[in-house]
């Protein structure tokens, strides 16, 4: 089974992230989406947690929410993977299931 | 003549707007701007801090196109034409996310919790976004 985790809170506001990382599979994928995204960024106070986990899942951001938040695709934590929404069609797709952390 | 609404000055109040959510996400910050631009409306004292993910409403280049929303960031730079000038950006939540004055799109004075503290105490009014 693998399955696809949809975060969609700051992980300066909520724990959905931090709650996710803890209880998701490895092998799982990640999909940071809405406020989420500033969770994608590098040198930010949660980025070496998500740097931690990067051997244990894939990490995908949504790129439509980080360019609405104007943040720099070339200033992710190395390893995350920019998807369109056509890319979160394709995820939800190849995978067994879905799981959003709202 | 002049109209009942203008012969008389109303009461001028302090007012703090505080700013702590990330936009777009939710509703929170284009409902912030919006009360802060009728307080200006109405000559109110306003000053506007952005403090955790609210740092993020003044980040440059923001385009929504892609998801379908009003970029409404444009606007603070419309504020300086409110007399809204007082603009405060806590500097701890910036360093959090990595991000620096010249990633803002308004010039905004950055301060330290301590400060924020002293401003907050000074309001007669203070909402929270």
Known sequence: MTMLHNVNKSPFERNALEACMSLAKKGSKILLTEDAVIGA??????????????????????????????LDEGKLI????????????????????????? | MAEPWEEEE????????????????TVYALESLEVV??????????????????????KKGQSTDGIGMKNFSPTYRALEGYDVEKLFVDKESLDARG???????VDVQVVSKAELADLMDEQEVVMSF
């Open chain 2, 99 to 105: 991000l620096t004055e010249d990633d803002l799109l």
């Open chain 2, 10 to 25: 109303g009461p001028v109040k302090k007012f703090m707007f505080v700013n702590r959510k990330a936009p777009y996400g």
């Open chain 1, 41 to 70: 960024m590098d040198n930010t106070a949660v980025a070496d947690t998500i740097k931690g986990a990067m051997n244990d899942f894939s990490f995908y951001v949504l790129g439509p929410d980080l360019q609405a938040r104007g």
């Open chain 2, 37 to 58: 631009l009728i307080s200006a409306a109405f000559d109110q004292d306003v000053t506007l801090v952005f403090t955790d993910d609210g740092v993020l409403q003044l």
């Open chain 1, 78 to 102: 190395s390893g995350f993977t920019v998807v369109g929404y056509d890319g979160f069609v394709d995820l939800v797709a190849e995978t067994d299931n879905v799981q959003s952390w709202v």
